[in-house]
T-cell receptor
Framework: TQLLEQSPQFLSIQEGENLTVYCNSS?????LQWYRQEPGEGPVLLVT?????EVKKLKRLTFQFGDARKDSSLHITAAQPGDTGLYLC????????FGKGTRLSVIA | NAGVMQNPRHLVRRRGQEARLRCSPM?????VYWYRQLPEEGLKFMVY????????ESGMPKERFSAEFPKEGPSILRIQQVVRGDSAAYFC???????????????FGPGTRLTVL
């Protein structure tokens, strides 16, 4: 069974700080996806990483896929209150396997 | 282009009743997935359907739960004789491809929050 472990589980930071959250597995994934979910809503896709070592940037968010395609990280620069939410990683095999998420709270 | 639609958004049922959750995929998508999310948990896969076919139901409880995706109309997740433990958020996602050998991008609906009293 493929598992994705996300850390930290909870993170509370001040506006303007930088942060990194992690998604790790012992399994190789053909791709990894990052989603953000806000309370009462469904997950919204942020990015898909496919190639080992790949780095993708989305404004202040930087996503990296590990060389061995077993792990990924999400780095947020100068966090803002609008970044608050649950960040989920998911393995790109069918069916998708989700981690439990990192719940981020950015305090103004 | 409308996104994935789910209704109802909130559903309250008493123990023993039936719950029917509906999902209309994005236009042009023929693959539908259902997930369940408990509080403070990630999403757990339940079932994967194409039109008129169940492709993978490995995450579906063996009893009381069923799903369909008819040729016409939305996909339906049906829970018979609901119990309190069925209370959760149920999300539907759709994709245009199977993901075989490639990237499986799934787009999620807003979910149905089921409360069993």
């Amino acid at each position: 069974t493929q598992l994705l472990e996300q850390s930290p589980q909870f993170l509370s930071i001040q506006e303007g700080e930088n942060l990194t959250v992690y998604c790790n597995s012992s399994s190789v994934f053909s791709s990894l996806q990052w989603y953000r979910q806000e309370p009462g809503e469904g997950p919204v896709l942020l990015v898909t990483v496919v190639t080992g070592g790949e780095v993708k940037k989305l404004k202040r968010l930087t996503f990296q896929f590990g060389d061995a395609r077993k792990d990924s990280s999400l780095h947020i620069t100068a966090a803002q209150p609008g970044d608050t939410g649950l960040y989920l990683c998911a393995g790109g095999n069918t069916p998708l396997v989700f981690g439990k998420g990192t719940r981020l709270s950015v305090i103004a | 282009n409308a996104g994935v639609m789910q209704n109802p958004r909130h559903l309250v049922r008493r123990r023993g009743q039936e719950a029917r959750l509906r999902c209309s995929p994005m236009k042009g998508h023929s693959h539908v997935y259902w997930y369940r999310q408990l509080p403070e948990e990630g999403l757990k896969f339940m079932v994967y359907l194409q039109k008129e076919n169940i492709i993978d139901e490995s995450g579906m409880p063996k009893e009381r739960f069923s799903a369909e995706f008819p040729k016409e109309g939305p996909s339906i997740l049906r829970i018979q004789q609901v119990v309190r433990g069925d209370s959760a958020a149920y999300f539907c996602a759709s994709s245009p491809i199977t993901g075989t050998g490639g990237t499986d991008t799934q787009y999620f609906g807003p979910g149905t929050r089921l409360t069993v009293l």
